[in-house]
């Protein structure tokens, strides 16, 4: 039997999750949390399998919890499942011990395969974070240092999108893509949107 601890602060998702899961023959929910503290408190206590981990909580960070409950027990498998897919927070997840990393957007059946795979001893990265992490594993090298998902924005950028239309295209928060158009332009070292598309169609990018 794997026994879970679901952690997040959305009590619709936290407690449809948990819902889904309880009717399963081999998995027992053993506990719910809403904070990065009560996720810590209730790890030491309920002694779980497998942590599923939403990383946007209130107070302590969903990333800063995962580290504490590695460190203090290893056993414990985190699998972050979160709405969050920018580079910078993937990395993160994956320095605090992580070892899945499933975008809320993933069905259920996805869900419990990767809380399934994480519990043997695998790990688990969904759809949409895969090639992330390949890139930021491998280090695969770029002439402008743009990430696959940042090229995929760059495109879009280009094609005419607004952030609001990329967003959508992606299955991404604005704020998220808000922060790749940053990046893009930064990496890039362009002032605005217009110079970072002529970049792309030029093939300068």
């Known amino acids: 039997m794997i026994r879970v601890l679901v952690v997040d602060d959305h009590p619709v998702f936290r407690d449809g999750l948990a ?7 081999d ?20 002694a779980p399998d497998v942590v599923l981990m939403d990383l946007n909580l209130p107070g302590l960070s969903g990333v800063e919890s995962t580290r504490r409950i590695v460190g203090a027990t290893p056993q414990v498998a985190v699998v972050a499942v979160t709405m969050i897919d920018d580079d910078d927070t ?3 997840a994956l320095r605090a011990g992580a070892r899945g990393y499933v975008l809320k957007g993933a069905t259920g ?13 695998g790990v688990v990265f969904g759809r949409g974070v895969a090639a992330t992490v390949l890139a930021l594993s491998t280090g695969r ?4 240092g743009l990430t696959d998902r940042e090229r995929d924005v760059l495109r879009l950028i280009a094609e005419g999108a607004s952030n609001t239309q990329i967003a959508r295209t992606l299955g991404l928060s604005l704020k998220t893509v808000q922060n790749y158009v940053s990046r893009i332009l930064d990496k890039l070292q362009v002032a605005d949107r217009a110079q970072a598309a002529q970049r792309m169609r030029e093939g300068r990018a």
């Open 141 to 144: 090298p770029r002439e402008d």
């Open 27 to 46: 998995i027992a929910v053993v506990g719910v949390a809403s904070s990065g503290e009560e996720a810590i408190a209730a790890a030491m206590t309920v």
């Open 109 to 121: 059946a996805e869900i419990i395969d990767a809380l399934r795979s994480v519990a043997a001893g």
């Open 90 to 92: 993937v990395l993160a």
């Open 19 to 25: 819902g889904l899961l309880s009717t399963l023959d």
